[in-house]
């Protein structure tokens, strides 16, 4: 399981663009420094590859754990020192990042060494050729076609300066990045080549994405403004859900049955059945931002939020139970280990704890910090 993505990278998309293309260049082409302690760097996500936990962060931080989050040590080489937000694995060698800049960095070797695959520089170029081949296909006079097309090309007159937030991919050469301002991009040869999807969403305003999830040809994307879109042939086509909430949405969770649970800013938490027929809200006790949000053996959801607090409800519950968990510092993310533990992410590293069932009330205990 995978921790999702923190309210700091959210506040870190609100910038000045000008600032931020002018500071993007170099870190873009400079490995990430060496760090002691990198454990107890801010790390902003972590996924399982095989026994192994690798967690990315801040200015290109790659932190890998063999024993279950007890030790850390750092990655050999990262080609950025740019921010990283979020990661993921499809087998126990092969794994895909992004970041800040527009990255998606790959590594073929459990996260020991990384290759930069796609940039914010590259992604414009990207963008500006399927507009132009969009126009050429719909004809000069179709408006949206037009709008695409000035869309793209203000990516290039802008730089590298818009962050990827979140991925998924189903396999080893199909996968979905996305980002701020509609940012989303596809591969299916394992990211050697990469095709903008943002004309097929509908997001006229550009909002950000925030969240992704997939299981088969089902797709949801979560953003802001209370955005959910939604695909149901591969990310073919995608139609924007009415959701009750019109804050922004940071962490989606998608269960097998099709359910997803949305969780985003203020403390809001929905969850939404029955073939998208209904939504629930599920109460939180305090009205603070949540960072991820967690499904656990089918029974139930484990969510955390931008204070370090701990929630839980099973299927048939309305309301979030705290858990009673130790005291940790402000949340990024939260990741399940396959020896049945739990990962916290914080802005001063990872931290393991242990977690009971979101059935149980037994209270978890925390066996360590980072090292």
């Known amino acids: 399981m995978i921790a999702h993505n923190a ?3 959210v506040l870190c998309v609100l910038w000045s663009a000008a600032s931020v293309a002018a500071s993007v260049v170099d870190p873009l082409n400079r490995d990430a420094l060496k760090v002691s302690s990198v454990g107890r760097s801010v790390l902003l996500s972590a996924a399982t590859a ?4 690798v967690a990315v962060g801040e200015r290109g931080t790659v932190a890998l754990s063999d024993d279950g989050g007890r030790t850390w040590r750092q990655a050999t080489r990262v080609p950025v020192s740019i921010t990283l937000t979020a990661v993921r694995f499809v087998n126990d060698k092969q794994g895909w990042a992004v970041g800040h800049g527009g990255v998606v ?43 695409m097309l000035r ?9 590298p300066d818009k962050p990827f937030l979140d991925l998924e991919f189903d396999d080893d050469q199909h996968g979905i990045v996305v980002g701020a301002y509609n940012l989303i991009y596809a591969t299916s040869d394992g990211g050697k080549s990469w ?15 925030y969240a992704l999830r997939h299981k088969g040809d089902t797709i949801f994307i979560a953003g802001e403004q209370g955005l959910l879109l939604h695909s149901v042939d591969a990310g073919r ?7 009750p909430y019109q804050g922004s949405w940071f962490s989606l969770a998608l269960q097998t049955d099709g359910s997803i649970v949305l969780a985003g800013l203020r403390g809001n938490v929905y969850r939404f059945g029955d073939n998208g027929q209904t939504w629930t809200q599920l109460t939180s006790p305090v009205p603070v931002s949540f960072v991820s949000a967690t499904f656990v053996g089918g029974t139930g959801v484990v969510l955390a939020n931008q204070a370090g607090q701990l ?3 099973t299927n048939g519950e309305n309301a979030l139970r705290p858990l009673p968990a130790p005291p940790v510092p402000a949340l990024t993310g939260l990741v399940s280990l396959v020896d049945g533990g739990w990962l916290a992410l914080t802005v001063q590293g990872a931290i393991r704890i242990l977690l009971p069932s979101p059935t149980k009330d037994q209270a978890p205990a925390a066996v360590g910090g980072a090292k």
């Open 50 to 53: 095989g026994p192994r936990v």
């Open 7 to 9: 309210l700091l990278v």
């Open 311 to 313: 929630f839980s409800a």
């Open 237 to 243: 086509s995608f139609t924007r859900v009415s959701t």
């Open 151 to 159: 869309d793209a090309q203000l990516l290039v007159d802008d730089g």
């Open 195 to 209: 095709q903008s999807w943002m004309g097929r969403t509908d997001n006229p305003k550009a909002l950000h994405l």
């Open 105 to 147: 960095l790959h590594t073929e070797d459990a996260g020991e060494t990384w290759s930069r695959q796609l940039d914010g520089i590259t992604l414009a170029q990207l963008a500006v050729r399927d507009a132009q081949a969009n126009v050429e296909r719909l004809g000069p006079g179709n408006a949206e076609a037009q709008r």
